[in-house]
C-alpha cells in the first residue's frame, strides 16, 4: 500500500510539474504572439534566426534569446516593455555588441531588444549646435553626418565603427577627448527613454543649462540599461576646428610624463584634445606583432600622442613646438615626433589603437580602472609584481587616457589554466589604497558585480538598489547586470 501511494504521489507531482511547465510554455508563446503583432514580421527574430548573430564582440556564441525585437520606434519600444511587463518577462537591451563587460548578453530565458531599425538623424541643428539622433544610431554615422555642417561630436573611440549611441549613453562611454569635452554625461542634451512599464519618459531639450526640477536624463546615463531603454537623444555639438596637429612624445619616466601634462594644459590651453599614455611594452609589442618602425631611434620607458585642435593652422602649429620645445629644454621629454600628413597622423594612431596583438593570445584579461594620475606609477607597480607573482610568464600592456586618471590593461596570464577572478584580485585588490575605480569606462556588466561593494560603499550601493527598486519593481530590464 504505501508503495502505491508512493508511486501515485510520484505521478501525481509529476503530472503538476509537467502542468506548470506547460504554463510557462503557454505565456511564453503568448507573449511571443503579442510580440510579433506589435513590431510585425521582420520585427521579431526566432530564436532559431540567432545562430548567425555573435552574442558580442567579446563572446562568439550564438546569441541566446527567446527572441530577438527590433521595434522601429518609440511606440513600438513601449509597447513591447509593457507585454513583458505584463508577463513578467526579462529583457536585455542589446547595442552594437562592443561592451567588454557582458553588460548586455541575452539569455535563453530572456527577451532581447535591439534599436537597430531605429537608426537614424532626425535633424541637425547647426545654430543650437545640437542633434536629434535615434538610439541605434552608430557612433561613426553621427561624426560624420555632423561634420558635413563645420560641427563636431567629439565622442570617439576604438568601436566608433559599430558601437551605437544608445550603448554609449548607456555606459556614459568616455574614450580618447574626455579630456577637452568631457564624456557621454556631458554631452547629452536630452533624450528619451522607457521604462521597463511601457511609460514614455521625453526629455528631449536642448538647452545647455535646465535646473527645473531634477535632471532625469542623469538616470539613464551610465546606469547600463538597468533604469530604462533609451529611445531618442539630443547630442550637444561643437565647432569643428580642422587646424589639427598630432605628435608622438617619448619620456624615461612618467614623473616626466605627469610633468608634460601639466605644461601641455598651460601651454596648449582649451586645444589640447587627447594624450593618451602608452608603456614601452605596448609600443614594443606592437611594433613587433605589426613589423613596424619605431617612430623614435632608440627605446624609451613611455610615449604618449597627444593631439590639439584649433582654428588657425600656423597658430596651431607654433603652439605645439613652442610647447615641445620648452619641454625639451627643461629636461622633460626625452624625444619627439610631429605627424607632418594624414598618412603619418594615422601610423601614429595606429599604433596607440590597434588592439589585436593584446588580445589575440587566449586567455586574455583587460581591464579600465582609474586611479589619480600621480599614484599611477605605484599603483601599475604592485599590478605588475601581483602578476609576475601568481603568474611568470605573464605579459602586461598598459595604455590610458591618463588626463582622465584611466588605465587600461591588456594582460595575458601566459597560462592556460589562469582564471580571470585570480587576475581581478591582482587588479582590482590594490586600488582601494588609492581612491582608485574598477570601471572608468566601460562599467559594471556582469563582469565585477561581485566588486562593486569592494569598491562602493554600502550606502552608495543602496541608494542604487533604492532606484532600481522605484523604476523597475519587477526587476525585468537587464536583470543582474550591475548588481547580483
Ligand atoms: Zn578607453
Redesign the pocket.
Known amino acids: 500500500y504505501l508503495f502505491a501511494l508512493l508511486v501515485s504521489t510520484l505521478g501525481r507531482q509529476m503530472i503538476s510539474e509537467q502542468k506548470v511547465e506547460c504554463m510557462q510554455c503557454h505565456k511564453t508563446k503568448e507573449l511571443l504572439k503579442a510580440l510579433a503583432a506589435t513590431v510585425g514580421p521582420t520585427g521579431l527574430l526566432a530564436s532559431d534566426a540567432l545562430v548567425s548573430r555573435a552574442t558580442s564582440v567579446w563572446n562568439p556564441k550564438p546569441m541566446a534569446a527567446l527572441a530577438l525585437i527590433r521595434p522601429k520606434s518609440t511606440a513600438e519600444v513601449s509597447a513591447v516593455l509593457r507585454l513583458c511587463h505584463q508577463a513578467s518577462q526579462d529583457v536585455v537591451i542589446v547595442g552594437g555588441g562592443t561592451g567588454p563587460v557582458a553588460g548586455a548578453e541575452p539569455s535563453s530565458e530572456s527577451i532581447a531588444i535591439s534599436l537597430e531599425r531605429m537608426n537614424r538623424i532626425e535633424d541637425i541643428d547647426p545654430v543650437n549646435a545640437s542633434c536629434v539622433v535615434q538610439a541605434g544610431t552608430c557612433l561613426q554615422n553621427v561624426q560624420e553626418a555632423v561634420a558635413a555642417y563645420q560641427l563636431l561630436f567629439p565622442l570617439d573611440?576604438?568601436a566608433r565603427g559599430s558601437c551605437t549611441i544608445g550603448g554609449n549613453i548607456a555606459t556614459n562611454a568616455?574614450?580618447?577627448n574626455v579630456l577637452r569635452y568631457g564624456s557621454m554625461r556631458g554631452l547629452v542634451l536630452g533624450l528619451e527613454a522607457v521604462l521597463p512599464d511601457g511609460t514614455v519618459i521625453s526629455s528631449m531639450g536642448r538647452l545647455l543649462k535646465n535646473n527645473a526640477g531634477f535632471d532625469l536624463k542623469q538616470l539613464f546615463i551610465g546606469t547600463e540599461g538597468t533604469l530604462g531603454v533609451v529611445t531618442r537623444a539630443v547630442l550637444r555639438l561643437f565647432p569643428k576646428q580642422s587646424a589639427r596637429q598630432t605628435a608622438m612624445i617619448a619620456f624615461s619616466s612618467f614623473e616626466q610624463v605627469a610633468d608634460f601634462l601639466q605644461l601641455a594644459k598651460l601651454k596648449l590651453g582649451a586645444t589640447l584634445s587627447a594624450f593618451e599614455a602608452m608603456w614601452q611594452s605596448y609600443i614594443e609589442e606592437q611594433l613587433r606583432f605589426y613589423q613596424r618602425r619605431s617612430p623614435f631611434m632608440d627605446r624609451h620607458a613611455f610615449y604618449v600622442l597627444i593631439e590639439t585642435e584649433g582654428a588657425d593652422e600656423e597658430l596651431n602649429k607654433l603652439a605645439l613646438n613652442e610647447t615641445l620645445e620648452l619641454a625639451l629644454g627643461k629636461g622633460i621629454i626625452a624625444d619627439a615626433v610631429v605627424a607632418k600628413s594624414d598618412q603619418e597622423r594615422q601610423r601614429l594612431w595606429d599604433l596607440r589603437e590597434d588592439l589585436e596583438p593584446f588580445v589575440r593570445n587566449k586567455p586574455f584579461f583587460g581591464y579600465?580602472v582609474g586611479v589619480p594620475i600621480g599614484d599611477m606609477p605605484a599603483y601599475v607597480g604592485i599590478v605588475e609584481a601581483n602578476l609576475r607573482h601568481r603568474w611568470p610568464n605573464s605579459v602586461c600592456h598598459t595604455m590610458?587616457?591618463i588626463a582622465d586618471g584611466?588605465l587600461?590593461f591588456f594582460i595575458q596570464p601566459g597560462d592556460v589554466d589562469a582564471f580571470k577572478v585570480d587576475c581581478d584580485e591582482d587588479v582590482y585588490g590594490p586600488l582601494k589604497q588609492f581612491g582608485g575605480t574598477i570601471s572608468?569606462?566601460?562599467g559594471i556588466g556582469f563582469e565585477k558585480r561581485s566588486w562593486l561593494l569592494r569598491n562602493r560603499s554600502a550606502e552608495e550601493v543602496a541608494l542604487m538598489r533604492s532606484l532600481k527598486k522605484a523604476l523597475d519593481p519587477k526587476g525585468i530590464l537587464n536583470r543582474g547586470c550591475v548588481f547580483e
Do not use: V
Request: glycine letters at 30%; proline letters at 0%.
Open positions: 573611440l576604438g568616455g574614450g580618447i579600465d590610458g587616457h584611466n587600461h572608468a569606462e566601460h
